[in-house]
């Protein structure tokens, strides 16, 4: 993808969905994240590509078994795109999907990610409609560009 962390989570979900007979697509161009620290990027798609591994892989269907993620840029802005067939109801506490594990860790990836959305002036949106999770984030790249590209007043 142009950047080696993304490249080492990308490898491992690959590699994780193969083995669990899940369709994994990715078109990414990690150059575009190179205003992100290493441990953000890390997190950010550590989190959300484990999350829809953990959703898809209860699905019995192998026409539904499938995880896509898209990394673009266009127009100063960064987009990240993930989405993920589920079975069953995901219930939501404000804008923030509801976890069905231990409450000691109650949502914690989910923040995570609404956190590291926040810190580079972005942000996250979930959304689910027919059987479909995405969950979304953009992040402004002008403000990325060094000075003498920004534009003058």
Same mark, same amino acid.
């Given at each position: %993808? ?28 990690? @150059?575009?994240?190179?205003? *992100?620290?290493? *441990? ?9 590509? +484990?999350?829809?591994? @953990? ?12 995880? +896509? ?13 993930? @989405? ?14 509801? %976890? ?51 534009? %003058?007043?």
């Amino acid at each position: %993808t142009g950047n080696d962390i993304l490249d080492v989570i990308l490898t491992e979900k690959s590699l994780l969905c193969e083995q669990n007979r899940i369709t994994f697509t990715c078109v990414a161009r990690g @150059e575009d994240l190179s205003f *992100m620290d290493d *441990m953000d990027i890390y997190s950010l798609f550590g989190n959300a590509l +484990s999350n829809a591994f @953990e959703n898809v892989s209860r699905i019995e269907d192998s026409d539904r078994r499938c995880i +896509s993620l898209n990394v673009r840029a266009e127009n100063d802005v960064l987009s990240i795109h993930i @989405e993920n067939f589920y079975d069953g109801e995901i219930a939501f506490e404000g804008d923030l999907p509801v %976890t069905s594990k231990s409450k000691d860790y109650h949502g914690f990836g989910v923040k995570s990610m609404d956190y590291i959305a926040k810190k580079y002036n972005g942000y996250m949106s979930i959304s689910t409609q027919d059987g479909i999770f995405s969950l979304d984030f953009v992040f402004p790249l002008s403000e990325r560009k060094p000075a003498a590209e920004q534009p %003058t007043s």
